[in-house]
């Protein structure tokens, strides 16, 4: 049976360093250091609306969103739907007919200091004005320490390319009505909420590829969704889906900025910014190395041999990224890493042939359970 993710409270006046609401009866909230925070109804529209498509419940806000996004919806349930088999509970949303449209003439970009953020950043056609980065979503809300330890990195480089640095900070990850649904499905639509929530200085909110448009599939950040997420006051664009992420990081890889600032890790297993032994540190290092450019990124810890960090890896995660790492063995990388690489490359390989078998073989396995079971009792 539905139930109903109910949000309520939006009606602070704004600008505002805080914004909150109520969602299914639980406090989220949103606060920036400066007053430029507006609360948006699509802001919180665009949030929760996976989320509740995720466990079959009836979106239902007490305040009127705009009629442009409002007419997005079909599309975006549509896409969850056959991607994720989400259900198809129409929220039960008022709408607004208005000819207003934003006073911002400013352009946001989502900016993580990676690789996608940073060639959106020094590649993009459009002019960039503020890097927006959101601390409650990749750090954690309540890992202060390490994002005192970042955001001098995010504010040398907003300095060094002419724009503002924006700092918002947020609870959304942590309230129940948002973290039961899946990360991966979800994070587009609170990347959107924030531009919404910026609406009265932004027109134009970037969010980078992830993956390019040749390498399609699911995820809550594509170049089909993401556009989705825009209303009259605010166009959402999806930027660099060209190319996958190795070609952008060649693509900027002689920049000293980069060299100097670039931050991929996501584990936050130590205090450092990159462990330099997690998956996506590694094939980062790799690509690197393997163009003959590593030594010129100060931002990985030197004392982490690469060959030994291969190989305590005990796979390639996604076998996807197989074709990628065998692209890394050129002459450029040193003969211990080429030997670590080629083991990984060959363990990852096994493992892979393995999982093919071990999805056919559990099924046999549950229907064996069951026919057993099912089974009458021999009578002696």
Same mark, same amino acid.
């Given at each position: 049976?539905?139930?109903?993710?109910?949000?309520?409270?939006?009606?602070?006046?704004?600008?505002?360093?805080?914004?909150?609401?109520?969602?299914?009866?639980?406090?989220?909230?949103?606060?920036?250091?400066?007053?430029?925070?507006?609360?948006?109804?699509?802001?919180?529209?665009?949030?929760?609306?996976?989320? /509740? %498509? $995720?466990?079959?419940?009836? #979106?239902?806000? !007490?305040?009127?969103?705009?009629?442009?996004? @409002? +007419?997005?919806? =079909?599309?975006?349930?549509?896409?969850?739907?056959?991607?994720?088999?989400?259900?198809?509970?129409?929220?039960?949303?008022?709408?607004?007919?208005?000819?207003?449209?934003?006073?911002?003439?400013?352009?946001?970009?989502?900016?993580?200091?990676?690789?996608?953020?940073?060639?959106?950043?020094?590649?993009?056609?459009?002019?960039?004005?503020?890097?927006?980065?959101?601390?409650?979503?990749?750090?954690?809300?309540?890992?202060?320490?390490?994002?005192?330890?970042?955001?001098?990195?995010?504010?040398?480089?907003?300095?060094?390319?002419?724009?503002?640095?924006?700092?918002?900070?947020?609870?959304?990850?942590?309230?129940?009505?948002?973290?039961?649904?899946?990360?991966?499905?979800?994070?587009?639509? /609170? %990347? $959107?909420?924030?531009?919404? #929530?910026?609406? !009265?200085?932004?027109?134009?909110?970037?969010? @980078? +590829?992830?993956? =390019?448009?040749?390498?399609?599939?699911?995820?809550?950040?594509?170049?089909?969704?993401?556009?989705?997420?825009?209303?009259?006051?605010?166009?959402?664009?999806?930027?660099?889906?060209?190319?996958?992420?190795?070609?952008?990081?060649?693509?900027?890889?002689?920049?000293?900025?980069?060299?100097?600032?670039?931050?991929?890790?996501?584990?936050?297993?130590?205090?450092?910014?990159?462990?330099?032994?997690?998956?996506?540190?590694?094939?980062?290092?790799?690509?690197?190395?393997?163009?003959?450019?590593?030594?010129?990124?100060?931002?990985?810890?030197?004392?982490?041999?690469?060959?030994?960090?291969?190989?305590?890896?005990?796979?390639?995660?996604?076998?996807?990224?197989?074709?990628?790492?065998?692209?890394? %063995?050129?002459?450029?990388?040193?003969?211990?890493?080429?030997?670590?690489?080629?083991?990984?490359? @060959?363990?990852?390989?096994?493992?892979?042939?393995?999982?093919?078998?071990?999805?056919?073989?559990?099924?046999?396995?549950?229907?064996?359970?069951?026919?057993?079971?099912?089974?009458?009792?021999?009578?002696?």
């Amino acid at each position: 049976m539905s139930s109903t993710l109910a949000i309520t409270g939006l009606t602070s006046p704004c600008p505002l360093q805080r914004i909150e609401a109520c969602a299914g009866g639980q406090q989220v909230w949103f606060e920036a250091d400066e007053r430029i925070l507006c609360p948006a109804p699509e802001a919180l529209g665009s949030a929760f609306l996976i989320p /509740a %498509l $995720a466990r079959a419940a009836f #979106l239902e806000m !007490d305040a009127a969103v705009c009629s442009e996004w @409002s +007419s997005h919806l =079909p599309e975006i349930m549509r896409i969850a739907r056959e991607w994720w088999n989400y259900s198809s509970s129409i929220p039960r949303l008022k709408t607004m007919a208005s000819s207003a449209h934003s006073t911002g003439r400013e352009t946001g970009l989502c900016f993580s200091g990676g690789v996608d953020s940073f060639y959106s950043l020094l590649r993009g056609k459009v002019p960039v004005h503020r890097l927006i980065y959101i601390h409650g979503f990749d750090i954690r809300l309540d890992d202060t320490a390490r994002m005192s330890a970042f955001e001098p990195s995010l504010r040398r480089v907003a300095a060094e390319t002419g724009t503002q640095f924006t700092l918002i900070r947020t609870n959304l990850r942590q309230v129940p009505e948002f973290s039961n649904a899946m990360w991966e499905h979800t994070h587009g639509g /609170a %990347l $959107a909420a924030i531009g919404h #929530l910026m609406g !009265d200085c932004l027109d134009t909110f970037v969010i @980078s +590829s992830s993956y =390019p448009y040749s390498d399609s599939h699911p995820w809550g950040s594509h170049f089909d969704l993401d556009p989705l997420w825009s209303s009259e006051r605010l166009k959402i664009v999806h930027y660099g889906a060209e190319y996958f992420r190795a070609e952008k990081l060649r693509q900027i890889a002689d920049e000293p900025l980069v060299q100097a600032n670039l931050h991929v890790c996501w584990v936050n297993r130590s205090a450092l910014l990159n462990c330099s032994r997690c998956e996506k540190c590694l094939r980062t290092q790799l690509a690197l190395a393997s163009w003959g450019k590593l030594d010129r990124f100060t931002v990985f810890d030197t004392d982490v041999g690469l060959a030994d960090a291969l190989d305590c890896l005990p796979r390639i995660p996604n076998p996807n990224h197989l074709i990628v790492y065998q692209g890394f %063995l050129t002459e450029e990388l040193a003969p211990d890493v080429a030997n670590a690489l080629e083991r990984l490359l @060959s363990r990852s390989r096994h493992a892979c042939a393995m999982d093919w078998w071990k999805e056919p073989l559990r099924r046999l396995r549950t229907r064996y359970r069951k026919a057993k079971r099912l089974s009458p009792a021999r009578v002696p």
